[in-house]
């Protein structure tokens, strides 16, 4: 069973939620659904669910290996610890899968789907990569099995952190008093989609911040920087199929355009490094961008 699989049940509450964003974005005058973004959002979903028939994955049969034949406990799920370990032990696992799923070029490829989108809505949270398999990012959720998690329970609390997800992608909710820095939230979340160099790589977390907090990536959505949606190098379509596939392609033109002593680098290295300097990562350009708001603003800027 794939997480995606478990997020087949939750169509109906979130055909309501866009419902409800739909009506409450009317109401308010604004116009959050565009055709073709909508289009390739649906479309990207939808083939993103077929995905789920392949077969063989390659992550599962590693995760269920090491349950069988490597664990060091056999915890029981009918213990009561058991949930709340297993939540927070994924909410761990998970801050770390999408922290190098956004620096790790590899994973990237595949994540990079989900940012494509340049309208936030409730309905572009489905849209997910069609590569997991291929870029194998789960693996990270590998020591989870080996502690002596059940596979399948890792599945469910996983597609319960996706569910959780979905309503942080409506732009309507404003900050939550209480619950920023703690919990994620649409603002959070909001930032986590931006491709402002100050916001980029931020906000990994599932349900809880806290994790981003104790690794240094929680940033606040801020007044004086408004949030800009989308990637740094936008695809240029809206074509599904050149949205699922486009970092793919870049990296494929990217080893035909340098010796192969750079191939681990274009393909593990960090999105957007490239030899002797011709490519940026966002480190840099966070870094490039704090250095002339230095220059700019008597008010220095915090280190990282
Ligand atoms: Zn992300
Ligand atoms: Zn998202």
């Keep these: 069973m794939s997480v995606h699989a478990i997020l087949i049940y939750f169509i109906p509450f979130f055909l309501v939620m866009v419902a ?47 349950y069988d034949n490597h664990r060091i406990f056999t915890l029981e799920a009918g213990s009561w ?9 994924l909410e761990f ?23 494509s989108i340049e309208e936030m809505n409730v309905l572009a949270a489905y849209r997910f990569g069609w590569t997991n398999r291929i870029s194998l990012g789960s693996l990270v959720y590998a020591p989870m099995m080996f502690m002596g998690f059940h596979p399948g329970a890792v599945v469910v609390m ?48 599932g349900v809880l911040m806290i994790f981003d907090r104790l690794f240094g990536t929680y940033v606040a959505e801020r007044e004086d920087e408004p949030v ?4 740094v190098t936008p695809v240029g379509s809206h074509n599904p199929v050149k949205i699922a596939f486009h970092e793919w392609v870049n990296i494929y033109k990217d080893l035909k355009a340098y010796p192969m002593r750079y191939w681990l680098g274009l393909c593990f290295g960090p999105p957007g490094w490239k030899p002797n300097g011709e490519g940026m990562t966002s480190k840099q350009m966070r870094r490039a961008y704090r250095e002339a708001d230095v220059i700019a603003s008597p008010v220095p800027v915090p280190a990282e």
């Design 20 to 66: 409800i964003e739909l009506w409450a974005g009317k109401r308010e005058g604004k116009k959050l659904y565009g055709p073709s973004e909508s289009f390739a959002s649906i479309f990207i979903g939808f083939v993103q669910q077929l995905t789920r028939f392949i077969p063989f994955s390659l992550v599962g049969l590693f995760w269920w290996w090491i």
């Design 158 to 205: 996983l597609g319960i952190n996706l569910m959780y997800q979905s309503w942080l992608h409506t732009t309507l909710i404003p900050k939550i008093p209480l619950m920023e820095g703690i919990l994620n939230t649409p603002s959070a979340h909001r930032v986590h989609h931006a491709k402002n160099a100050d916001y980029l790589d931020r906000n990994h977390g």
């Design 93 to 115: 696992f998970y801050y770390w899968f999408h922290r190098l799923s956004h620096e790790i070029r590899w994973l990237w490829a595949t994540h990079a789907v989900h940012h």
């Design 228 to 231: 800009d949606y989308g990637l």
């Design 81 to 89: 610890w058991y949930w709340p370990l297993l939540f927070v032990s």
